[in-house]
């Protein structure tokens, strides 16, 4: 593990790119679920940098852990190179994660990263892939992202690892993106690093991605288009909620702090989103949970004091008031 020294100023992404005039070759390691569209996201900048310059900058190996096809969370199946263990001397090796990424567990995949860390192998993941990466321990020390839905359920699992909610990370020898499009940002960004910006600029146009988004960029849509609404006194309240699930304020707290009398609150959550703010609260608490039931293994009451219910007994009666079933029954039932 690359340690920086207490107090120092953290490296910057350019001492991710890998200088060197011959062709690099990338893995990437497709693990069973993948995300089709994160993994091409990935690889398709590397073939039309290659055709954009007119050199072999970049070739690739699609590996899987036995050298069988691998099938993605959409049903296709992706067919590889090879296994591993068969592959050959790498620059750069990516997991490609997806559906389920979180309950990934295999000791060899985890022995062979690490093998490939010792020999200076640059590692990365897109979408989960950053599961699998932290199970093996190569996170440590390191920034990483996750696709958004994974964070609260990650930071559970791994609450040492610094994680952000960046589009992308790129921390030395490290990379990781969210999933879907960020892969083809991260990627670009790869590109513009180790063979400039105008190639990184040739490569997006070619997709038809009109800009480069940079790690600034948020993951998720902007709380006023996602919801369809502008008040900006109302968006303020549910960002408070938001950042306010494992301790919720209470209504009169919230309306103190965006300015508004409690009557106020409750009118504009009737007028905009067709519900009391309490109801609100409650429901976003919920689908937190319900997250957090698919995706680690805390049990009830730790779930329940994590989306701030006083006891178990209260959460599964409120989870099964609106799911009509318990938070137990709904572990039971794997998520399509």
């Given at each position: 593990?690359?340690?920086?020294?207490?107090?120092?100023?953290?490296?910057?992404?350019?001492?991710?790119?890998?200088?060197?005039?011959?062709?690099?070759?990338?893995?990437?390691?497709?693990?069973s679920?993948?995300?089709?569209?994160?993994?091409?996201?990935a690889?398709?900048?590397?073939?039309?940098?290659?055709?954009?310059?007119?050199?072999?900058?970049?070739?690739?190996?699609?590996?899987?852990?036995?050298?069988?096809?691998?099938?993605?969370?959409?049903g296709?199946?992706?067919?590889?190179?090879?296994?591993m263990?068969?592959?050959?001397?790498?620059?750069?090796?990516?997991?490609?994660?997806?559906?389920?990424?979180?309950?990934f567990?295999?000791?060899?995949?985890?022995?062979?990263?690490?093998?490939?860390?010792?020999?200076?192998?640059?590692?990365?993941?897109?979408?989960?892939?950053?599961?699998?990466?932290?199970?093996?321990?190569?996170?440590?020390?390191?920034?990483?992202?996750?696709?958004?839905?994974?964070?609260?359920?990650?930071?559970?699992?791994?609450?040492?690892?610094?994680?952000?909610?960046?589009?992308?990370?790129?921390?030395?020898?490290?990379?990781?993106?969210?999933?879907?499009?960020?892969?083809?940002?991260?990627?670009?960004?790869?590109?513009?690093?180790?063979?400039?910006?105008?190639?990184?600029?040739?490569?997006?146009?070619?997709?038809?991605?009109?800009?480069?988004?940079?790690?600034?960029?948020?993951?998720?849509?902007?709380?006023?288009?996602?919801?369809?609404i502008?008040?900006?006194?109302?968006?303020?309240?549910?960002?408070?909620?938001?950042a306010?699930?494992?301790?919720?304020?209470?209504?009169?707290?919230?309306?103190?702090?965006?300015?508004l009398?409690?009557?106020?609150?409750?009118?504009?959550?009737?007028?905009?989103?067709?519900?009391?703010?309490?109801?609100?609260?409650?429901?976003?608490?919920?689908?937190?949970?319900?997250?957090?039931?698919?995706?680690?293994?805390?049990?009830?009451?730790?779930?329940?004091?994590?989306c701030?219910?006083?006891?178990?007994?209260?959460?599964?009666?409120?989870?099964?008031?609106?799911?009509?079933?318990?938070?137990?029954?709904?572990?039971?039932?794997?998520?399509?």
């Amino acid at each position: 593990m690359e340690n920086r020294e207490p107090g120092a100023k953290p490296d910057t992404a350019a001492a991710a790119a890998v200088k060197t005039d011959a062709p690099q070759t990338f893995g990437f390691l497709l693990i069973s679920n993948f995300s089709l569209l994160a993994f091409a996201s990935a690889l398709e900048p590397l073939r039309a940098a290659n055709n954009a310059s007119g050199r072999a900058l970049y070739n690739w190996r699609l590996l899987s852990p036995d050298g069988q096809p691998v099938r993605s969370s959409s049903g296709v199946s992706v067919i590889c190179d090879s296994g591993m263990e068969d592959a050959p001397r790498l620059q750069t090796c990516l997991v490609a994660g997806g559906f389920g990424g979180h309950e990934f567990d295999d000791k060899t995949v985890y022995t062979w990263l690490r093998r490939q860390a010792r020999q200076g192998v640059r590692l990365g993941a897109v979408s989960t892939g950053t599961y699998v990466l932290a199970k093996a321990g190569l996170l440590d020390g390191y920034r990483c992202t996750i696709h958004w839905q994974h964070i609260a359920s990650f930071v559970e699992d791994y609450p040492d690892i610094d994680l952000t909610q960046e589009l992308f990370e790129i921390d030395r020898n490290r990379l990781t993106c969210s999933g879907g499009e960020a892969a083809l940002d991260m990627m670009l960004s790869v590109i513009a690093l180790e063979h400039g910006r105008d190639l990184a600029t040739q490569v997006s146009e070619n997709f038809i991605h009109e800009r480069i988004r940079d790690t600034n960029d948020k993951q998720r849509m902007a709380l006023r288009t996602r919801l369809g609404i502008s008040h900006p006194k109302l968006l303020n309240v549910i960002e408070l909620m938001e950042a306010h699930l494992e301790d919720p304020l209470s209504r009169a707290e919230l309306a103190r702090r965006a300015g508004l009398s409690t009557r106020q609150l409750e009118r504009l959550f009737r007028k905009y989103l067709g519900r009391t703010p309490t109801r609100y609260y409650l429901e976003m608490r919920l689908h937190r949970a319900r997250t957090l039931l698919h995706q680690t293994s805390m049990s009830v009451l730790e779930i329940a004091l994590a989306c701030g219910f006083v006891s178990a007994s209260h959460f599964s009666k409120c989870y099964r008031e609106f799911f009509d079933k318990s938070p137990r029954e709904e572990r039971s039932v794997p998520v399509s």
